[in-house]
Each structure stands twice: as C-alpha cells, then as structure tokens.
C-alpha cells in the first residue's frame, strides 16, 4: 500500500500535474518509493508512460534528490518497462525521451529486455515440425 507521498505521485500524475509533482520529488528524505506500484501495478512512471506525459516522465528521470524512477522494473500485468509501454501506446518519442534521460548503465538492460522478447516471439512464429 502506497504511503501518502506515493499516493499523491499517482494523482499527480493522472492529473499531468507537475507542480504537485514537483512539490514531493523536492523532499530529500526517503519518506516515500519514487518506484512504489499502485494497484495495477505500474510505477509513476509507467503510468506517465501509459498516458503519454513526457513532462512527468522527464520529471521522474531528473529528479535532483534521492533516488530517480527506475526504468528497468517491469509491470506486474505486462512485464513491460516503461519505454515499451510508451511505445505500446504509440508514445515514440515518449519511449525515446525516457531511454535517453537515464544513465547508460541501465540502457544496457533495456535492450536485453527487448532482446529477450524478441526472441520469444521469433520462437513463436516460426513453424512447428
């Protein structure tokens, strides 16, 4: 269950609200889990992803103190990270924007998420003996 900073993370940004946003990413404490999942499973910045607010993305990515959103988790229901959630929603430069506003480390398993997909569905579409 979210605390009440993780809860107001979510109405921010189903508001597109980011002076709300703004007002509990500037908390420098760890009162709060920037990467909380709400009840669908999704973290804010998935959930930015999923609507397409690139200005709450950015904002989750940038944030000056404590820890930023983490786009390598994946979603309880999809197995989806946030930039392939964007893209599923036909949020290109979302998908872009959040995989160029993190560190290079993370980027590395991105890709094998998507390598990994891939795979699975190359397995799938080939024709069975």
């Not at 999942?37 to 959930?47: C, K, Y």
């Not at 959040?98 to 569905?121: G, K």
């Amino acid at each position: 269950m979210p605390n009440i900073a993780e809860y107001t993370i979510f109405e921010a940004v189903k508001e597109n609200s980011l002076k709300r946003l703004g007002n509990i990413l500037d908390l420098d404490d760890d009162s709060f889990d920037i990467n909380a999942r709400n009840a669908s499973g999704l973290t804010a910045l998935m959930e930015a992803a999923r609507v397409g607010s690139a200005v709450i993305a950015r904002a989750l990515l940038n944030r000056t103190t404590g820890i930023i959103a983490d786009i390598t988790l994946v979603s309880d229901g999809t197995g989806k990270t946030a930039a392939q959630i964007a893209e599923s929603a036909g949020f290109i430069a979302l998908k872009t924007a959040i995989l160029t506003n993190v560190p290079s480390s993370w980027l590395a398993a991105i890709q094998e998420c998507d390598d990994f997909e891939r795979r699975i569905d190359d397995s799938y579409s080939r024709p069975r003996p």
